[in-house]
């Protein structure tokens, strides 16, 4: 087994080199998320309008923070924003053409 740790992965073969490989990728995903974690939890502290003013509500953190602790609750807030400053979008949208329809004189329904 030491001769193995010891040689480079292009020299393990193909299979074991991938576990390696994949085995890595498992441990940084792993790392990337508990530090995002330990990043949104600090959300915690901000007070109401200062999370307004990133598009998000203190519900969005903790909704996020009670992902599974292997998955990044950063990506669960960037899906709460977008989706939110969709909404908010669609409806000064809406806002907007009753405003046209009732200056133009259309009915409005």
Excluded: C, Y
């Excluded at 999370?51 to 909704?63: C, E, N, Y």
């Excluded at 924003?81 to 046209?100: D, N």
């Amino acid at each position: 087994m030491a001769e193995i740790a010891t040689r480079p992965l292009h020299r393990l073969g193909g299979g074991a080199a991938a576990v390696v490989r994949g085995a890595g990728a498992v441990i940084k995903s792993l790392v990337r998320s508990w530090r995002n974690r330990r990043v949104v939890g600090d959300l915690l502290e901000f007070d109401d309008r200062m999370l307004a003013d990133i598009g998000l509500m203190r519900g969005d953190v903790t909704a996020a923070l009670s992902s599974p602790s292997g998955t990044d609750p950063s990506t669960r807030l960037r899906i709460f924003a977008v989706e939110r400053r969709a909404g908010l979008r669609a409806q000064a949208l809406e806002r907007e053409a009753l405003r046209a329809a009732r200056l133009t004189g259309e009915s409005v329904e």
